[in-house]
């Protein structure tokens, strides 16, 4: 009985280390010409071909639009200087505010229809 536990205990500490010391298969390598997944052939096969960007289509300038904006732009211009010139009398215009707004927004709209 003791010959049998010895024999059992010596082969319960061997089987480990023989199984550890086995290495493990390296994985296939295309540069050894070993075979590849199917998936990677399949691939190789149709290569991606991304089409090229698409930018962003160039608008139509309404010239009469442009037209109308640019000449009210301008009498609104002409009219700020009498404005102004109630502010120095002390008098305040209640539409000088929206005047300039109104200014800003057509001069901010006519710069990006007109410069690249």
């Known amino acids: 009985m003791n010959t ?3 024999w059992l205990l ?5 089987v480990p280390l023989f199984t ?15 075979a ?3 998936g990677r052939i399949e691939l190789a096969k149709h290569p991606l071909q991304l089409d ?19 000449d009210e732009l301008s009498s609104l211009a002409q009219s700020v200087p009498a404005d102004i010139a109630q502010v120095s009398q002390g008098k305040l215009p209640t ?3 929206e005047k ?6 057509l001069s901010k709209h ?6 690249p």
């Open 100 to 105: 300039l707004k109104r200014i800003e927004k």
């Open 36 to 38: 590849q997944p199917v």
């Open 52 to 70: 090229p960007p698409v930018g962003p289509q160039p608008q139509k300038r309404d010239p009469v639009k442009l037209r109308q904006e640019a």
């Open 10 to 14: 010596t082969l319960g500490l061997l």
């Open 110 to 115: 006519l710069r990006g229809e007109l410069t």
């Open 20 to 34: 550890a010391s086995q290495d493990v298969p390296p994985a296939p390598d295309q540069s050894r010409g070993q």
């Open 95 to 97: 539409n000088i505010a």
């Open 4 to 6: 049998r536990v010895l």
